[in-house]
């Protein structure tokens, strides 16, 4: 079964870029049968999609932070990664990366265990 | 964009009691709704799929229903492992939008 760990910087200084990597394991990236997504929790806070990635690199971007994402696949490496730019103490929030089925109807599964990004100086 | 609301936010029950968990979406989404449970520190996990469909492995005291715009998640018998926060989500269309959660406390 599908297995996701995410993987990067605990600490990004405000105005720098985030950088994160989630590796797929128990499956191959390039599936036809999913997108793979990236969904935030800021602190005490609910959840907030960031954006998707097909294999073949096609995206689908929250607008919201689509002028600072930049989702990339690697089909090499069976893993994709999420930039987020000039990052602010707004961003602080922990980063899960997840499955999501590409046909209807469709879903978040699974998840990986996330990891927590604080952007401070 | 499709905004998501859930009522109530928060609610304290006792073990045994059955509970509601109400979700409104902006506009149609058809059945594209899902439901998630968060256990503090832990990855949100899916409950329920579609509306209505049981994640495996979900015990049966979950039931989704609801059509359009309006939904509920409904536990018939509240256990000590399902004080969480739930959130719904709409899968009809890009922004994926989840709904500010609910949280289940112990009363």
């Known amino acids: 079964q599908l297995q996701l760990q995410e993987s990067g910087p605990g600490l990004v200084k405000p105005s720098e870029t985030l950088s994160l990597t989630c590796a797929v394991s128990g499956g191959s990236i390039s599936s036809s049968s999913y997108y793979w997504g990236w969904i935030r929790q800021p602190p005490g806070k609910g959840l907030e999609w960031i954006g998707n990635i097909y294999y073949s690199g096609t995206t689908y971007y929250n607008p919201s932070l689509k002028s600072r994402i930049t989702i990339s696949v690697d089909t090499s490496k069976n893993q994709f990664s999420l930039k987020l730019s000039s990052v602010t103490a707004a961003d602080t929030a922990v980063y899960y990366c997840?499955?999501?089925?590409?046909?209807?109807?469709?879903?978040?599964?699974?998840w990986g265990q996330g990891t927590l990004v604080s952007v401070s100086s | 964009d499709i905004q998501m609301t859930q009522s109530p936010s928060y609610l304290s029950a006792s073990v045994g009691d059955r509970v509601t968990i109400t979700c409104r979406a902006s506009?149609?989404?058809?059945?594209?709704l899902n439901w998630y449970q968060q256990e503090p520190g832990k990855a949100p996990k899916l409950l329920i799929y579609?509306?209505?469909s049981l994640q495996s492995g979900v015990p049966s005291r979950f039931s989704g229903s609801g059509s359009g715009t309006d939904f509920t998640l409904t536990i018939s018998s509240l256990q000590p492992e399902d004080f969480a926060t739930y959130y719904c989500q709409q899968s009809y269309s890009a922004p994926f939008i989840f709904g500010p959660g609910t949280k289940v406390d112990i009363k």
């Open positions: 579609d509306t209505s």
């Open positions: 997840a499955t999501y089925k590409r046909n209807y109807p469709t879903w978040f599964d699974p």
């Open positions: 506009q149609s989404i058809s059945s594209y």
